[in-house]
């Protein structure tokens, strides 16, 4: 366990009593491309029946902690002042910590996980329990409260679908970024828009609403000005912001617009039924009841073009037992539950053995 | 004009007898994003019978100098080092030049040419006549020898078309970057390889031999690895290098390889005939000659599997009148007698009036 390393990181644990109430917690982070969340929530006694609200005894929010985008060091750095501002917040620290479920995105390999897993181990003591999963799993576990069962769908910048099944298999579908064909993303949906009005500047497209629009949100006189404009900074984030402008096209009735919404959505679904196929979530005859979280601003209500509800109607004509659920809780505090629910079936194994 | 500007860039000019044998000279230079050549050409009488072999002095080459890639610093520090190597191998010094032309990627507005034209003018004498256009100018002018007219189709790790009327009217489509839809690329094509790798392991495409190819040649076990490669090191052109993996597949016959070829096919022709169209450069009757150059790696003949061939296939349904034709010189060379075909133009004029 680390002692002063990291300058000051740990210091506030000297200033106080030492567990001093006695209250046992739960970290729970979701690290993301643009921000970062530490949730310290106190252990809650062991039940399926959980309290409304949730308990939380300190939230922290920090940056950038993917280690693709900011690289290793300023991620573990992100990550570990995070949790040391949760735990400070909360009146406590590490010695009260009982696990921690740290959910960041750019964990796609078992590499990445035991990599920050061993990380993890210096920091806290021997007792805590850890573990590492890529962000998405936390999204699943914010809309079903902990559980690890069904498909969870993100289409933010990015996208992913990732499922789990109740005896623990796990599938991811998409999630490997922009260069690897996430058209269902934000960042897709975009670039394809940009896309669009080049070939209709060119002479490749036909005309489209998405030239004035882009050009007269971006502040851009000519369509050959988007090109200067798309490589000056290609961070997937700012891309992405044009997906109101897109979404704005096709509800004004916009041809081009239309298609490329139609395409993410079918991309988006793809992604779902490849996930729930691979696991067989819909059970043998495809009609089982499954749950899909579904997050990120892609799919949140747009006024008539809800990309939402068309993925889930496209979802539903092969597995008619698809149940969408949007979380009421962040995905940090899935990542709390998650680490909560591993302690209750572990404490359940202890006592039927 | 500057003197010992730079460190020592021009400093040889000072050890020399200037313009000690009075050979008049032109520079041409080719600024791609991998490398740089600058050619010096000394002055051929005006005529339209070219010299077989053209007549060079000096041939100098740099690494990259695409503003967008590199930064302006960079870029033009290359560009004067080349240029004063060049003439410094050639025994010659910058009063002896009558013209510069300088073609180099990233020149895509107005704005651009204007910026590198204003920093040459503070490099070479007020009596230079100074050129700048975009790479592709260079190119067409490889196929042409000099002559603006036609168009020419560039695909390597990226693609254009830029095509030139004989009285002056130009156009381009695509080269918008791999961000702005230029499937037909090598880059593009390399991407969709990589793509349908990661569809194929995840369940949303069919599976395809590039999996165990592109795995094997990057010295990867699995296809989760390729997104810690791509995002590793996301240089256009060390993906674009997965080119010949995805022909040999479509020529094992591989159909998702093939299919991917025939998507970039299609993408380069539309280019071409998007400029083709624009300028009329067929006729009234769709059916006039037109000299189509073609350049890059994507295009050069592979073993059975021949994109260059088929993109002509394509092109030449809609019109008949297309020439394709394969420089037999470099694109440096093509911007020296660009320059050259200006001053003729030129001497023409004065000698009319």
């Given at each position: 366990m680390k002692r002063y390393r990291n300058g000051d990181i740990w210091d506030f644990e000297n200033e106080m009593?030492?567990?001093?109430?006695g209250v046992e917690v739960i970290l729970g982070l979701d690290g993301g491309t643009t921000s970062t969340v530490c949730i310290c929530m106190p252990i809650m006694p062991f039940s399926h029946n959980l309290p409304d609200p949730l308990p939380v005894l300190a939230r922290a929010v920090a940056g950038c902690s993917n280690h693709n985008s900011v690289g290793e060091t300023a991620a573990r750095q992100t990550l570990e002042e995070v949790m040391a501002e949760a735990l400070s917040k909360s009146g406590?620290?590490?010695?009260?910590?009982k696990a921690v479920c740290l959910a960041v995105s750019g964990v796609n390999h078992p590499t990445d996980q035991e990599r920050i897993l061993n990380w993890l181990r210096d920091i806290f003591p021997t007792h805590v329990k850890l573990f590492v999963q890529n962000d998405a799993v936390a999204a699943l576990a914010s809309g079903t409260l902990g559980k690890l069962h069904g498909c969870v769908l993100i289409a933010g910048t990015g996208t992913i679908s990732y499922g789990f099944t109740e005896d623990g298999r796990e599938a991811r579908a998409a999630g490997a970024g922009p260069i690897l064909?996430?058209?269902?993303s934000g960042y897709g949906i975009a670039a394809q828009a940009l896309t669009a009005v080049v070939k209709a500047h060119d002479g490749r497209g036909p005309l489209t609403m998405l030239t004035s629009s882009i050009l007269s949100i971006l502040e851009l006189s000519s369509p050959d000005e988007l090109i200067g404009w798309t490589y000056a900074d290609p961070s997937w984030a700012r891309i992405a912001a044009l997906v109101p402008v897109v979404v704005s096209c096709a509800e004004a009735g916009d041809p081009v617009a239309n298609k490329i919404l139609l395409v993410s959505v079918q991309e988006l679904a793809e992604s779902v039924k490849a996930v729930v196929q691979r696991l067989g979530l819909s059970g043998e005859d495809g009609k089982n009841y499954f749950p899909l979280v579904m997050v990120g601003g892609v799919l949140e209500a747009n006024k008539r073009w809800d990309i939402g509800k068309e993925v889930i109607n496209c979802i539903s004509k092969d597995y008619p037992g698809v149940r969408p659920i949007r979380p009421k809780v962040e995905p940090a505090m899935g990542a709390a539950l998650l680490a909560w629910n591993f302690l209750m079936k572990e404490a359940d194994e202890k006592f039927d053995s």
């Open positions: 009593s030492v567990n001093g109430d406590s620290n590490r010695f009260a910590v064909g996430d058209l269902g």
